[in-house]
Every structure is written in structure tokens, then in C-alpha cells.
């Protein structure tokens, strides 16, 4: 990792901030689709893939928690994940995807959905949380403030609900971008999702954005 550099700092394959993703269902998908709506997403205890050309936050924050829920068995499930907020985030070319396996009398069924590619706005999102476990992307964080104590973070601050030391390791930057993004997640949550030239499609088989 190269060093820091307070203001412009550019990091190849930043593994701790992620772009943000949408849910795995068509219902919520079609209403994304037709406007702007709050939305919170998370797929029964599995890891969902999301790539795109690029993503550009403001007020970006991140800090260490632990995402909890059902994994596809209805067991408990808890993993270390990054969480990581933005007050907005543009996302150019997005693709989603996630993969149920062992469906019965089908096999493995993938889900794959895009936006905001050629010809249609950006995706965008305000006042979004992501929980991340994996990233690849060239990142350039402007004003960055590194070491900072979780609690003293600011608009957005520590999302509520979240299990997360306000004493613990946290940074914060005025503005990010992210390009050529590859990344996993377990969940996101947002105020506000708008996605410009959804599509959705169900592939038999294991098909994935990366």
C-alpha cells in the first residue's frame, strides 16, 4: 500500500471501502427502476458481487463492525465486515449479482442486474451504508483524515443500529472516487436509490459479475 498523502491520495486495490449494491429481488428492482426510494438490502446470510466503471462519494466514512443474520439454512451467521458511508454516491456501469445454489429440480439459479450503464443517468444514492468483506479498486480520497475515533464521525456519523465501538479505528474523507471496482458484500441500506436503465435476469447456472 503506498503512503499517505493528506488531501489527494491515490491507493491501488484499497481493500476497505466498497461501492454501493442493490437488492437481489425483481419487486424491489422495479421500483428502483421507476424513482427514488429508501431501500435496505441483504440476501439470507450470503456474500453478493457488485462491479462498476466508477463510483464518486462525498463525505465518505468507514469503520469495523459485524454483520449478523440467517444464512440459507436459518442459521445464525456473523462475519467482520468494513462498513462504509457516503452523504452521496454516483455509480457509473453497475452490475450486481448473486448466486442460489442447489435450487430444487434447477441447480445453482443467478441472479444478475445492471444500471446506470451507456445511455442512462448514473446510479444514485444519499445517505448510504454498505458492509463490505472484500474490495479491488484504484481509489483517489481528497481531505482524508485517517486513525480518527469511530464516534466522532460525522454526517453521515456511525449508522444507527450498528454494532460498532465508538472508541475503535475509523477514517473519513470530503470526497472519493473509485474506478474499475470489484467488490463483496453482505448488505446496504440507503435513504434514497435511484437506478436509470434497470435490468434484471435469471440465468440457470452460475453467472457473476466478476
Known amino acids: 500500500m503506498e503512503s499517505v498523502t493528506r488531501g489527494g491520495t491515490r491507493w491501488k486495490r484499497f481493500a476497505l471501502v466498497m461501492v454501493p449494491s442493490v437488492a437481489a429481488t425483481a419487486a424491489i428492482g422495479i421500483g428502483l427502476a421507476q424513482g427514488a426510494l429508501a431501500a435496505s438490502f441483504s440476501i439470507s446470510g450470503q456474500e453478493f458481487k457488485v462491479r462498476a466503471d ?7 466514512v468507514q469503520y469495523g463492525s459485524i454483520a449478523k443474520g440467517k444464512d440459507l439454512e436459518g442459521k445464525d451467521f456473523a462475519a467482520p465486515v468494513a462498513v462504509s458511508g457516503f452523504k452521496t454516491a454516483t455509480i457509473t456501469n453497475m452490475c450486481q449479482s448473486v448466486v442460489t445454489p442447489k435450487v430444487p429440480f434447477i441447480g445453482n439459479v443467478s441472479l444478475e442486474l445492471t444500471a446506470g450503464g451507456k445511455g442512462h443517468d ?14 479491488e479498486a484504484d481509489a483517489e480520497f481528497g481531505d482524508i483524515d485517517i486513525g480518527v475515533a469511530a464516534g466522532s464521525l460525522k454526517n453521515p456519523g456511525i449508522q ?8 475503535g479505528f475509523s477514517q473519513r474523507a470530503k470526497n472519493a472516487t473509485l474506478t474499475d471496482v470489484k467488490q463483496k458484500a453482505w448488505a446496504t441500506t440507503a435513504g434514497t436509490f435511484k ?16
Open 160 to 167: 444507527p443500529g450498528t454494532q460498532a465501538n465508538p472508541y
Open 122 to 135: 448514473p446510479v444514485f444514492a444519499k445517505d448510504i451504508y454498505l458492509d463490505v468483506s472484500d474490495l
Open 54 to 60: 466508477s463510483l464518486v462519494g462525498t463525505d465518505f
Open 195 to 210: 437506478l436509470s436503465g434497470l435490468k434484471l435476469k435469471l440465468h440457470k447456472g452460475v453467472k457473476e459479475c466478476f
